[in-house]
């Protein structure tokens, strides 16, 4: 190497102005090197910073395929839900849910004994792999109760974190839980008018980004908090008092076909829905279909009377039962006489009933009843309607029977409508948990029975609630006129004359008929035995203990001027 040195030394000095020449070589040379080594280490920078980049990258998305809905995923706004007074029924609220860094995670094993002594009820196996594994983000459990979220702050377990999401709150427990509904932990409808109102497009909203709390305006409900009460506390207590298997009812305005409250018990908090599904929180209401016993009596005088073969003065042969098609139709309580069109309503008359409709016949009774909404699906904005079901082919012995409410069901939300429509001038209308004034009901209602059939069902209420089966439905001061309907349940396929399922439908101020209350009850048993109890004394009742409490909050002043015997009012 020294050897190499010299020679190339010896050869510079030969060269003219050598000595320039060499200090200038050396210098270029030198400067060469350090460009090189100042490029090359820009280009080692800009790789780390590369790789640093693309990693970031490919684990931001990773985050999103392994752990499931990332940090930035959190539950969307929703309107508040109110009643119709602007009492809040539903409402959000921000707390707080648990998320944890696998990557970050220090001990496994130490991470999950600690969480264990917060959240005892984690599941230990499935955490456990979940916080070893190489995910990114996952979320341990979702909206904390402040004082859980404190406990774990104090764990110090590095790792994990929390996040702000929006929790529905409902105030008033399970008083409406049935109409409001439910959302799920990403606080989207799932049941109740919460789904209605993610049909209606929220969901659209919340999937864009556009569902701001500040920009969503309160849902206003046909709802009256305060009657909900009345009927959910009033049903609770029938239910436990007649040892029932459930109970329901509903109240309506026949003018606009608002539903002011509807509650099925048992039922649920939608605050804690560990039980929302059970299928004994069925809402019976609108989503359970049940043979209506004699209530749907009422359709069918409606319909001898607007058929124009029958007229109050018509008179029907009860004397003996009657027989068709294998069946033998008898009066639970017969007078063994022939009956005027008022006294087969009075007197509940299966025979009268079966001859009225004969009258009419086969093909008008089944239009008759698709014309009052009774064999179709209900059309209105909870999502929670059972469709009705009858006989394939109907025949006569078929037409019997649904004279008296045996051989097809409805549900009990559809029977009241068709009450309505019978009672506030023949006018059907779709029912609604939504505000709407008259106009508006008129606007989306068919008439569907004369002025004629209308005072003559006015009339026939009246004279039950004062002579029939429905005194005890009754409230002094109110007017109140009405239709019990105790409907045998089948059992193993037979009829049982020890399950009932009881019903009652009460109409007033029967003067000018303002409001429907119908209530339900099945299987009751009567006081101090495991016997079945009618209808005249538990659905009646419960309707009575109803209007009694909620009439004046509905603005119905009692007049006790008009308890008097019925009369034939008008419709106009």
Do not use: C
């Amino acid at each position: 190497m020294i050897g190499r040195w010299r020679a190339k030394k010896e050869a510079e000095e030969q060269d003219s102005g050598s000595g320039r020449i060499v200090v200038d070589g050396i210098g270029k040379s030198t400067g060469g090197r350090a460009r090189t080594r100042i490029l090359i280490t820009m280009a080692v920078f800009f790789a780390v910073y590369g790789v640093i980049a693309g990693r970031l990258t490919y684990l931001g998305f990773q985050d999103l395929e392994e752990g499931g809905p990332g940090p930035s995923r959190v539950t969307a706004s929703r309107p508040d839900i109110v009643d119709r007074n602007g009492e809040v029924l539903a409402t959000d609220i921000n707390t707080a849910s648990l998320y944890a860094e696998p990557r970050r995670i220090v001990d496994a094993d130490e991470a999950l004994e600690k969480l264990l002594t917060v959240l005892p009820d984690l599941n230990i196996e499935q955490t456990y792999n979940r916080l070893q594994s190489d995910a990114g983000f996952i979320w341990l459990r979702r909206q904390l109760s402040p004082r859980q979220q404190q406990a774990i702050m104090q764990l110090g377990i590095p790792g994990i974190g929390f996040r702000t999401e929006k929790r529905r709150f409902y105030p008033g427990g399970a008083t409406a839980s049935h109409i409001v509904g439910l959302v799920n932990v990403d606080n989207k409808g799932i049941a109740g008018m919460e789904k209605y109102i993610d049909d209606q497009g929220l969901a659209d909203l919340q999937a864009t980004g556009l569902a701001v709390a500040k920009d969503l305006e309160p849902v206003r409900l046909s709802i009256d908090l305060r009657v909900q009460h009345v009927v959910r506390d009033e049903i609770v207590r029938a239910m436990e008092s007649y040892r029932a298997l459930s109970a329901g009812a509903v109240v309506m305005d026949v003018r606009t076909g608002e539903v002011l409250a509807m509650a099925s018990v048992p039922d649920f908090d939608p605050n804690n829905p560990y039980n929302a599904h059970d299928k004994d929180r069925l809402n019976r209401m609108s989503a359970g279909v049940y043979e209506m016993g004699s209530t749907i009596k009422s359709f069918t005088t409606a319909m001898a009377l607007d058929s124009g073969k029958v007229t109050m003065e018509s008179r029907f042969d009860a004397t003996r039962p009657i027989v068709v098609g294998g069946r033998r139709i008898r009066d639970f309580h017969g007078k063994g006489r022939v009956l005027t069109v008022p006294e087969v309503f009075i007197y509940s008359s299966n025979i009268g009933s079966a001859k009225e409709a004969d009258v009419v016949g086969i093909e008008g009774h089944r239009e008759f009843l698709y014309r009052l909404g009774l064999l179709s699906r209900m059309d209105t904005e909870l999502p929670e309607v059972a469709r009705p079901t009858e006989p394939k082919v109907w025949k006569k012995v078929h037409s019997i029977t649904a004279a008296f409410g045996h051989g097809f069901s409805t549900t009990p939300l559809q029977t009241a409508v068709g009450v309505s429509a019978l009672v506030n001038g023949g006018y059907l209308m779709p029912p609604t948990f939504l505000i709407r004034n008259q106009d508006q009901a008129m606007a989306s209602a068919t008439k569907v029975v004369s002025d004629y059939t209308v005072d003559g069902m006015r009339y026939l209420y009246n004279l039950n609630a004062e002579k029939g089966s429905g005194k005890r439905g009754t409230v002094p001061g109110y007017r109140v006129g009405g239709k019990t309907g105790t409907a045998e349940k089948v059992v193993n396929g037979r009829y049982s004359n020890e399950k009932n399922f009881n019903a009652f439908v009460a109409v007033f101020p029967m003067d000018n008929p303002q409001y429907i209350v119908l209530t339900v009850i099945d299987e009751p048993k009567r006081e101090n035995s495991t016997r079945s109890a009618t209808a005249g004394v538990t659905a009646a009742p419960l309707a009575s203990n109803i209007i009694r409490r909620s009439a004046a909050m509905l603005g119905v002043k009692p007049d006790f001027g008009h308890e008097s015997s019925a009369l034939l009012v008008s419709s106009q």
